[in-house]
């Protein structure tokens, strides 16, 4: 018999639904019903693509022994870490403070009152390496509340004021400037694998919003080091098993340092700044493979991730089923593969793709199958025979049962798609790919938005979810909407982006010391406030609003939005010298404010007057850090900065300003390509 979750919008939560836990949604019911049989509340937080948590879901969840044990003691919650990253945050936070590392299925024990006082991630059905299992953490929770309540709130009572005192010193301060910038590219020089690209050592994450900031600064200043980094592990991620080779798009991260063998769930997140930086590579240096990897990443997620409803979906599960008729799910099944597999299907090509993508008989994963990659190797091979066998190839791995995918969409990951998609469709002359961004862009309106421009965070089947949105979801669909207004020229979408960014100053900021917050004044109250600066997975939601604001603020000259970005950024002041690995975003967004960030604007006497989109482009194509552009007829009320704006000698016109400074008008798109660094 289904249980609570059966009606819930979440794939992860209704993947348990079927559970013979008693388990509750994140709800306010939840903890009274804790309080009324007076027994503590097991909390267990996890994500639809995440392996582990399938694994302690079919050990634990799905035992019918286990399971009552878990009813008769506690009051069992689930929550979905990408509908409510708020809770995720704050007892995330909880774990790391107590144990020093954290991840995810998410285990943690509160007092009725929603307070923590034990912690764990993952715990077998039996004991081992040093392990307690998941039976053994229960008896040893529920004795202690049995038998040591006055401990149990001692211990909770601690962690929520050690909490409290994490709080972020932030006491405003001004923007980065050169030497805090100089600081954190020396920072990412000194942790900069040269041999293999990237950061640091295994596991290793693909860095995109440090290669943001590290072409962006190249552009700024021209420094050689900063573009080699970037080009360098863009290459060899694209060149690695973290790149499907076959279909386009990247997995999670690699759990070698050479970029071999990767996590192999797909993220909407990852690949939408992927896309992104590849095509933003590609315009700083026209190099092949760039263009070629944000194209197939971007066509990855239209084919693969876009729902009937236009938005995209959040992932796409690392495990399948291995197809042995066994019904066992195995990571990485769909992606891998062997000798034998490439001969039944190729034939006398087996040996030519087993060179190309370097399979081999050991194997460069587990039981002897490859994951197939890139590498560097002499000689030339035919293009259009490898075209073949990659077509051949992708044919035969979509007749092997596919990963699931969790449908559900994120507001925040569908901004990053929205930017990613309008840009690259722009960049290489795709239609498709900027209707495609429209079509998420029109879903977030219609669906998320109510009619106060309060964001709801996810959505399903074209049903909102009852979460509200957070900073992230604020920031990033801004930043989605005003690429959008570049790329389109249509002047609603920065309306929108404005109507988002006046609840960033509303509801999310503190307007003493310009930190931000993740939840909004009025969202629901947790044991702490959760406000990270740092970027994870993606843009923390504190550097993606600087970012929006700073753009919005260059397009209609709204000192509010510009002295509420530079204030956001003072965090970015301390924490890049530092830190840099963990607020990429943030330096990005500096070096925007550094160069101005320069206002464009493009006006022409006709929708299709040639020299119009010509102007268009070359500012669309200039790499100056957070340039906007606005395009329009003459004496258009689309956008601010075409006010007063006329042709020039009856043709179309490019004007460029920043810092209250304007260039000449300009007819020439090779005088618009200089200013603007392209």
């Known amino acids: 018999m289904p249980n609570r979750l059966a009606h819930e919008t979440s794939p992860y939560l209704l993947q348990h639904a079927d559970n013979p836990v008693d388990w509750w949604p994140w709800s306010e019911a939840a903890f009274a019903e804790a309080r009324q049989r007076d027994v503590p509340v097991h909390l267990s937080v996890g994500y639809s693509s995440c392996h582990w948590c399938h694994v302690l879901a079919a050990e634990s969840f799905e035992d019918e022994a286990v399971a009552a044990y878990m009813n008769a003691h506690f009051v069992n919650i689930k929550v979905d870490r990408e509908e409510r990253p708020d809770v995720d945050a704050v007892y995330m936070e909880a774990v790391q403070a107590a144990t020093g590392q954290g991840g995810w299925p998410m285990t943690v024990f509160l007092t009725p009152d929603a307070e923590p006082f034990y912690f764990g991630t993952y715990f077998p059905p039996a004991p081992r390496h040093g392990m307690p299992s998941f039976r053994q953490v229960l008896e040893g929770v529920r004795a202690a509340w049995s038998d040591r309540r006055d401990e149990v709130a001692e211990v909770a009572g601690k962690i929520v004021r050690d909490l409290a005192e994490r709080e972020i010193s932030h006491q405003g301060g001004r923007p980065p400037g050169e030497q805090e910038v100089a600081q954190a590219l020396l920072g990412l020089t000194r942790e900069y694998d040269p041999q293999r690209g990237g950061f640091g050592g295994a596991p290793k994450f693909p860095p995109s919003m440090v290669v943001e900031f590290l072409l962006r600064h190249h552009a700024r200043t021209g420094s050689e080091g900063a573009l080699q980094m970037a080009t360098d592990t863009c290459e060899r991620m694209a060149r690695g098993g973290l790149y499907d080779q076959l279909g386009g798009g990247f997995a999670r991260y690699s759990v070698d340092r050479d970029w071999v063998v990767p996590h192999f769930e797909k993220m909407l997140y990852d690949n939408a700044l992927l896309c992104r930086v590849y095509a933003h590579l590609w315009r700083a240096t026209g190099s092949e493979l760039a263009r070629r990897v944000a194209l197939e990443t971007a066509d990855f997620m239209v084919r693969e991730l876009r729902t009937a409803e236009g938005g995209f979906a959040s992932a796409l599960d690392a495990d399948s089923d291995d197809g042995t008729g066994t019904g066992k799910h195995v990571e990485g099944a769909y992606y891998v593969w062997t000798p034998a597999q490439l001969g039944e299907v190729l034939g006398e090509d087996a040996d030519l793709a087993a060179q190309y993508f370097g399979v081999t008989e050991e194997g460069t994963f587990e039981h002897g199958q490859s994951v197939l990659q890139l590498p560097q190797q002499e000689g030339v091979f035919d293009a259009e025979r490898i075209e073949s066998v990659r077509r051949r190839l992708l044919a035969a791995r979509e007749a092997r049962p596919a990963p699931g995918r969790d449908d559900k969409v994120v507001a925040a990951w569908n901004g990053l798609a929205v930017a990613a998609l309008a840009e690259t ?10 209707e495609a961004a429209v079509g998420a862009a029109d879903l977030l309106v219609r669906l998320h938005l109510d009619d106060h421009a309060r964001l709801a965070r996810t959505s399903r089947d074209g049903r909102v979810g009852a979460n509200a949105g957070v900073l992230e979801d604020y920031g990033d669909v801004a930043e989605g909407f005003l690429a959008l207004a570049s790329v389109t020229g249509e002047g609603v979408w920065l309306e929108f982006a404005g109507l988002l960014l006046d609840h960033v100053l509303a509801r999310f900021g503190d307007p003493e010391t310009g930190a931000l917050y993740d939840t909004a004044s009025d ?5 702490r406030r959760p406000q990270d600066p740092t ?18 603020a260059a397009h209609t000259g709204s000192e509010p939005h510009r002295t509420a970005a530079e204030g956001a950024l ?3 002041r301390t924490l890049g010298p530092r830190v840099p690995r963990f607020v990429g975003w943030g330096l990005a967004v500096a070096e925007a404010l550094l160069d101005g960030p320069r206002e464009v604007a493009i006006v022409g006497p006709e929708p299709a007057d040639e020299r119009t989109t010509a102007l268009h482009r070359t500012a669309l194509l200039g790499t100056a850090p957070g340039a906007v552009v606005a395009l329009g007829m003459v004496e258009s009320d689309e956008f601010p900065l075409l006010a007063g704006r006329p042709l020039v000698g009856g043709e179309a016109a490019a004007y460029v300003c920043r810092n209250f400074t304007c260039d000449a008008p300009t007819t020439d798109p090779e005088r618009l390509k200089s200013a603007l660094g392209g």
């Open 570 to 572: 003072g965090i970015v």
């Open 523 to 527: 969202a629901e109250q947790l044991i």
């Open 425 to 434: 469709g722009a960049y290489f002359d795709r239609p498709d790919l900027v």
């Open 535 to 552: 970027d994870n997975a993606t843009p923390s939601g504190w550097t993606a609003a600087a970012g929006a604001l700073l753009g919005y």
